[in-house]
């Protein structure tokens, strides 16, 4: 079992809907979840990070954790063409250090 | 806030010669950077933790001998792959961690990449 599991896809939703990314991870002591978008060709950009049970929102997007699940997902409202990228989830576990173990990423298609 | 430059963004190289990747944290100091390399549609793939004063750290199957890294100052770290081959050709990427920054210490910010195709 990979220690962070994203669904490969790729999601498609229709302009102006919600798009809902998942991520789950292993059962280890964990500290801190990112969300990273990576456009075709590109480095990853950080979008959000998220430390503490429950929702995070930061304009469209919304990141919302649930440790007892081992689950954490982001949301993005009003989806737009340009969210079209693949989305790389990313989870600090404390016996790491200060490594990120990423999960492969979601590919998000936007339709017009 | 929190940039981080990578030069060059694109190389090519004959087989059998060392390229060198350039990261520098632009406007903070990070005591440590990453490498990673990912291969086209591929997941990122952590190479090492460049730790600066100190030797890297490599992860499981990197040859240290063949991915040299040095982290000389707070801001700029090297990756130098040596007696490079056609297999090595991938996107490189570094990432800095921004230990005095607002968001949590394992915050890590990326550079732009470098493209490096060996003949």
């Known amino acids: 079992q990979k220690e962070v599991e994203q669904n490969s896809g790729p999601l498609s939703v229709p302009e102006g809907a919600i798009a809902s990314l998942n991520c789950t991870y292993s059962?280890?002591?964990?500290?801190?979840f990112f969300w990273y978008r990576q456009y075709s060709g590109k480095s990853p950009e950080l979008i959000m990070s998220?430390?503490?049970?429950g929702d995070k929102e930061d304009g469209r997007f919304t990141a919302q954790l649930n440790k007892a699940s081992q689950y954490v997902s982001l949301l993005i409202r009003d989806s737009q063409p340009s969210d079209s990228a693949t989305y790389l989830c990313a989870v600090n576990f404390m016996d790491s250090s200060y490594k990120l173990i990423f999960g492969s990423g979601t590919r998000l298609l936007v339709r017009p | 806030g929190a940039v981080v430059s990578q030069h060059p963004s694109r190389v090519i190289c004959k087989s059998g010669t060392s390229v060198k990747i350039e990261c520098r944290s632009l406007?903070?100091?990070?005591?440590?950077m990453f490498w990673y390399r990912q291969f086209p549609k591929q997941s990122l793939m952590l190479m090492a933790t460049s730790n600066e004063g100190s030797k890297a750290t490599y992860e499981q199957g990197v040859e240290k001998d063949k991915f040299l890294i040095n982290h000389a100052s707070l801001t700029l770290s090297t990756l130098t792959v040596t007696s490079a081959h056609p297999e090595d050709s991938s996107f490189y990427i570094c990432?800095?961690?921004?230990?005095?920054?607002?968001?949590?210490?394992?915050?890590?910010?990326f550079g732009p990449g470098t493209r490096l195709l060996v003949l």
């Open positions: 059962d280890r002591v964990s500290q801190s």
């Open positions: 406007d903070f100091q990070a005591t440590t």
């Open positions: 990432s800095a961690r921004d230990h005095g920054g607002r968001g949590a210490p394992e915050t890590q910010y």
């Open positions: 998220i430390y503490s049970n």
